[in-house]
């Protein structure tokens, strides 16, 4: 007889995240789990606490209830098991290419030949080799957020926060990023947490999707996303695809109208 095989267990476990901003209340009892070497995304009109959920579980934010556990340790601030790739690239103007990247390991007082050489070959990853001595001022803005992303992967984290990171690029080098995303994404499987206001670019790259509601911020549904990987930009175009993106659009499309009403008013 087969014994049975024991599940992992999750690598992010969220139990009652709440936030409080004075009397705002941005944030209501969040419950959800994320596997080791999954990617979500999570979703939801403007006001709606991604981007204050994604800084609690960085440890940029305190929660003013509940707790999130990273591989069974408390999240209570910053750490080393967790990168962050924000919206704005924040790179150091003064610093070219391979010394923004270095950053992290440097701050963590880790530098050696050894990281110099890792942080090297993840230049290379996200498509920069040749670009080392290159300063911001020389750079695209995909090209920007690439050294944002190595910078991050070169800390070696365990959890990769994503907030919006492509939501100032022109929408061709949007979706080109999508694509080299995943391309990173699948040399190392990194476990992702990655927030967007675009649905199409949350189900193309992600194995669940977090669905979130109007403010104050709750978890309405998580949908899995059963389509193959490998992914090409082309999956865009079928109706499977379509279909999950009207879905999740019809959760959320009352909060978004009542958000941009609100937002005008």
């Not at 940029?60 to 080393?80: N, Q, V, Y």
């Amino acid at each position: 007889m087969a014994v049975p095989q024991k599940e992992e267990a999750p690598k992010l476990v969220v139990e009652g995240i709440s936030k409080w901003f004075g009397d705002l209340e941005a944030i209501r009892s969040i419950n959800a789990s994320v596997k080791r070497g999954e990617f979500v995304s999570i979703v939801g009109p403007s006001g709606c606490g991604k981007t204050t959920f994604l800084r609690i579980i960085g440890g940029l934010e305190s929660a003013s209830g509940g707790s999130a556990h990273l591989d069974g340790k408390l999240i209570d601030g910053p750490g080393r098991d967790r990168g962050f790739v924000f919206q704005q690239d924040n790179l150091l103007p003064w610093r070219n290419v391979l010394s923004n990247a270095e950053i992290g390991p440097e701050i963590g007082g880790v530098k050696s030949p050894e990281q110099r050489s890792l942080t090297l070959k993840l230049l290379k990853l996200v498509g920069l080799a040749g670009f080392e001595k290159y300063y911001p001022r020389q750079l695209s803005g995909g090209m920007r957020q690439r050294v944002n992303l190595a910078r991050a992967l070169a800390v070696d984290p365990d959890l990769l926060l994503m907030d919006e990171p492509f939501s100032a690029l022109d929408a061709q080098t949007r979706e080109i990023m999508q694509s080299e995303l995943l391309r990173i994404w699948e040399e190392g499987r990194k476990t992702v947490l990655f927030v967007t206001h675009q649905i199409d670019e949350a189900v193309f790259l992600s194995d669940r999707v977090f669905v979130f509601a109007r403010r104050p911020g709750r978890l309405e549904e998580i949908i899995d996303i059963d389509l193959p990987r490998p992914r090409e930009l082309s999956l865009k175009r079928t109706p499977e695809f379509v279909a999950l993106v009207d879905r999740i659009w019809k959760l959320i499309e009352h909060d978004v109208r009542a958000s941009v009403i609100e937002e005008h008013a």
